[in-house]
């Protein structure tokens, strides 16, 4: 039976590897499935509006739990030498202000913010890669949850020192925003190879993103179908690539298309 099992895994995983959707490898029960996920070698990391729970990566048992009110919307995050880092914005109060929020892997303990205030939008994702951080910064067409004279083309994902100074800037491209709006993009990484993947707020998709060799509009390549709703997303370096379902309260595991 493990075998038949086995063999079953093994040919859905190669089918979805040769198309372009994801391979899902695990799905977990987490009831705090809300916002994103961050996972290390031993253990995922899920993140809801105002509450981290540890959980261990083989049976998704709960090892420890942070949370405080005084923060509003988390969102998603990425992990650097045991410290991981979350977005976090006051969504959907107006008007729109954002902090990168860091915490110790090891005890949950909140050690660190950075606090960007009311500059460019609500503050969805950040990652980091070759000492630079990359944040997207999104605004929206929701009645109720956008600022004055703001739709979701004022989105735009900023790069930034070490110190937290900008060195540049980018925005969605009109294809995309036509797709995603009146929401914008929740979760976002950047691929080995330099292109970035991004997240509907709630749509089974992921979208392909590069950079332009000139002007300041991102391109729009490609769609991944996925198990993956929406949200925060997050690649591991064992190459699986880490999301949720928040209408079921589920953390996915999953493996990208080999064609990617």
């Not at 005890?107 to 994702?125: A, K, Q, Y």
Request: proline share 3%; charged share 25%; net charge negative.
């Amino acid at each position: 039976m493990k075998y038949l099992l086995s063999v079953l895994l093994f040919t859905v995983v190669i089918n979805s590897l040769l198309a372009q959707s994801t391979a899902t490898i695990k799905i977990f029960d987490a009831p705090h499935a809300r916002q994103a996920v961050c996972a290390d070698s031993s253990f995922f990391y899920v993140i809801d509006n105002a509450t981290i729970i540890k959980r261990d990566r083989k049976e998704g048992l709960e090892i420890k739990s942070w949370s405080d009110d005084r923060l509003h919307h988390l969102n998603s995050g990425f992990i650097k030498d045991s410290l991981l880092y979350c977005a976090h914005s006051n969504y959907p109060q107006i008007p729109m202000h954002s902090s990168i929020e860091i915490w110790n892997t090891h005890t949950l303990e909140h050690v660190g913010t950075h606090s960007f205030g009311i500059e460019n939008g609500s503050c969805t994702w950040v990652v980091e890669k070759d000492n630079f951080y990359y944040v997207m910064f999104a605004h929206y067409n929701n009645e109720g949850k956008k600022q004055k004279n703001r739709d979701v083309s004022w989105t735009q994902l900023i790069k930034y020192d070490k110190e937290w100074r900008r060195v540049a800037g980018w925005v969605l491209p009109k294809d995309l925003i036509d797709k995603v709006s009146p929401y914008s993009i929740s979760g976002g990484i950047l691929l080995e190879d330099g292109r970035l993947l991004c997240t509907h707020h709630h749509f089974k998709e992921l979208y392909i993103l590069s950079f332009p060799e000139m002007g300041s509009e991102l391109i729009y390549e490609a769609t991944i179908s996925t198990e993956i709703r929406g949200q925060g997303i997050y690649l591991d370096t064992d190459g699986y690539l880490w999301g949720i379902d928040k209408k079921e309260r589920k953390v996915i595991q999953t493996l990208l298309p080999q064609l990617l």
